[in-house]
């Protein structure tokens, strides 16, 4: 079942004002070879304020602004080129399972990646990096390209809010989509539960090979790792439509388990190994002690 509700809430949208979408890699195009500056200086052009947080650069503050309303205010900068953030959204119907029998969030694992998605789109737009909202399923679906600037996320808002999950996995074809649609090279956000019967690990070395930094977020509902059913069970794949009669008791869940795990860790070896990040939840996570906890730790944003 969807969840109708807003997508990211108020309060939290205000915290999120305090992360940066991190960078590892020196790319083409890059200031830096990190985030787009948002401070003063020649030949930048002003788009937009934000809330001044402890550790900001008080030469960047909008000292008139706060002479009228005793507030702190942080002028926002543009600089151009920008290397883009490319988030990838998994809509395929196999995200459509973990709702009915999930944990704390009760959302699906297709929700749970439209709240991660929508997070991460505002944190880059805030720090003005521009923004490439993707989503996929066995191909590449129509996407929503946006500039930096906290007053473009309500497009966000509607363009996740109007997905519509369906279709099987085909890591290999979207890759190859990606690669002849995205040329220039780039930061690669992938949301998704991975689940894929031709496998993900050479699809997504192959985006790192042709220079993308990649970001691996690994969703899934707490019945994809640790199956909580006993005896025998005619389970029905939710992409493929393929039936499995299975016999579960303890010592065949803590086999799935372990295989789940190694197949996680897979995933990260590939992630790591390139430079990139891998962070791997569960729906039954809160999407704010997502984004601060295990996200923060492993460097997708600070």
Same mark, same amino acid.
């Given at each position: 079942m969807a969840d109708n509700g807003p997508l990211i809430d108020t309060p939290l949208?205000?915290?999120?004002?305090? #992360?940066?979408?991190?960078?590892?890699?020196? #790319?083409?195009?890059? $200031?830096?070879?990190?985030?787009?500056?948002?401070?003063?200086?020649?030949?930048?052009?002003?788009?937009?304020?934000?809330?001044?947080?402890?550790?900001?650069?008080?030469?960047?503050?909008?000292?008139?602004?706060?002479?009228?309303?005793?507030?702190?205010?942080?002028?926002?900068?543009?600089?151009?080129?920008?290397?883009? $953030?490319? $988030?990838?959204?998994?809509?395929?119907?196999?995200?459509?399972?973990?709702?009915?029998?999930?944990?704390?969030?009760?959302?699906?694992?297709?929700?749970?990646a439209r709240k991660l998605a929508a997070a991460l789109c505002y944190v880059a737009l805030v720090r003005l990096d521009s923004i490439y909202l993707q989503p996929f399923a066995e191909k590449l679906g129509d996407p929503l390209r946006l500039g930096g600037g906290r007053q473009r996320f309500q497009p966000v808002a509607n363009f996740l809010q109007a997905l519509k999950p369906g279709g099987a996995t085909h890591f290999i074809d979207m890759t190859r989509d990606f690669i002849a649609r995205y040329p220039q090279r780039g930061l690669v956000i992938a949301i998704s539960d991975f689940l894929d019967e031709a496998g993900c690990e050479k699809p997504l070395q192959y985006l790192a090979d042709f220079g993308h930094e990649i970001i691996l977020i690994h969703v899934w509902a707490d019945e994809d790792r640790e199956p909580p059913w006993d005896g025998e069970l005619d389970l029905e794949d939710a992409e493929s439509g393929t039936r499995v009669q299975l016999a579960f008791d303890e010592t065949a869940r803590a086999t799935y388990t372990a295989a789940f795990d190694e197949y996680a860790l897979s995933l990260r070896n590939v992630a790591l190994r390139n430079g990139g990040r891998y962070v791997g939840l569960s729906t039954s996570i809160p999407i704010e002690d997502a984004i601060f906890g295990p996200m923060v730790r492993a460097g997708a944003v600070q």
């Amino acid at each position: 079942m969807a969840d109708n509700g807003p997508l990211i809430d108020t309060p939290l949208l205000e915290k999120l004002e305090r #992360l940066a979408v991190q960078w590892q890699k020196s #790319l083409p195009g890059a $200031v830096g070879g990190h985030n787009t500056s948002r401070f003063a200086g020649g030949g930048q052009e002003f788009l937009d304020h934000r809330q001044f947080h402890h550790g900001d650069d008080l030469r960047a503050v909008n000292w008139r602004a706060y002479l009228r309303l005793e507030k702190m205010f942080l002028k926002m900068f543009q600089l151009e080129p920008r290397i883009p $953030v490319r $988030v990838l959204v998994d809509i395929s119907r196999s995200m459509t399972t973990g709702g009915t029998t999930g944990g704390a969030t009760g959302a699906s694992k297709f929700d749970y990646a439209r709240k991660l998605a929508a997070a991460l789109c505002y944190v880059a737009l805030v720090r003005l990096d521009s923004i490439y909202l993707q989503p996929f399923a066995e191909k590449l679906g129509d996407p929503l390209r946006l500039g930096g600037g906290r007053q473009r996320f309500q497009p966000v808002a509607n363009f996740l809010q109007a997905l519509k999950p369906g279709g099987a996995t085909h890591f290999i074809d979207m890759t190859r989509d990606f690669i002849a649609r995205y040329p220039q090279r780039g930061l690669v956000i992938a949301i998704s539960d991975f689940l894929d019967e031709a496998g993900c690990e050479k699809p997504l070395q192959y985006l790192a090979d042709f220079g993308h930094e990649i970001i691996l977020i690994h969703v899934w509902a707490d019945e994809d790792r640790e199956p909580p059913w006993d005896g025998e069970l005619d389970l029905e794949d939710a992409e493929s439509g393929t039936r499995v009669q299975l016999a579960f008791d303890e010592t065949a869940r803590a086999t799935y388990t372990a295989a789940f795990d190694e197949y996680a860790l897979s995933l990260r070896n590939v992630a790591l190994r390139n430079g990139g990040r891998y962070v791997g939840l569960s729906t039954s996570i809160p999407i704010e002690d997502a984004i601060f906890g295990p996200m923060v730790r492993a460097g997708a944003v600070q």
